[in-house]
């Protein structure tokens, strides 16, 4: 199996930065794209970003410029460094990830992982 854990969420004020982390662990055998999604209160969840095994990514609109995500591949890590914070970011942020994990020598079986998730909130 895959376990995701994320940290770096907290309390920041407006303006400020927070790093996030996520690290995967277990008998991976290769992960496909690593997400990274949040949910505020009373809204669903939304991807916010992506990053796929060969560093392509993506960005929901409301971070262009303002959030990076980047991938240690050696570590099973992916990361979110989020700038420039405002009010309406505060939310819980989720990791996700999909790939192969090794059931045993020469067979493998598909895993779609989500991290516990990290409370991420943003005073004006």
């Known amino acids: 199996q895959v376990q995701l854990v994320e940290s770096g969420g907290g309390l920041v004020q407006a303006g400020g930065s927070l790093r996030l982390s996520c690290a995967a662990s277990?008998?991976?055998?290769?992960?496909?794209?690593m997400d990274w999604y949040r949910q505020a209160p009373g809204k669903e969840r939304e991807l916010v970003t992506s990053?796929?095994?060969?560093?392509?990514?993506n960005y929901v609109d409301s971070v262009k410029g303002r959030f990076t995500i980047s991938r240690d591949n050696a570590k099973n890590t992916v990361y979110l460094q989020m700038n420039s914070l405002k009010p309406e970011d505060t939310a819980v942020y989720y990791c996700?990830?999909?790939?192969?994990?090794?059931?045993?020598?020469?067979?493998?079986?598909?895993?779609?992982?989500w991290g516990q998730g990290t409370q991420v909130t943003v005073s004006s």
């Open positions: 277990g008998s991976i055998r290769s992960i496909n794209a």
């Open positions: 990053m796929s095994s060969g560093g392509t990514t």
């Open positions: 996700h990830a999909d790939g192969y994990w090794t059931v045993t020598y020469g067979f493998s079986q598909p895993f779609d992982a």
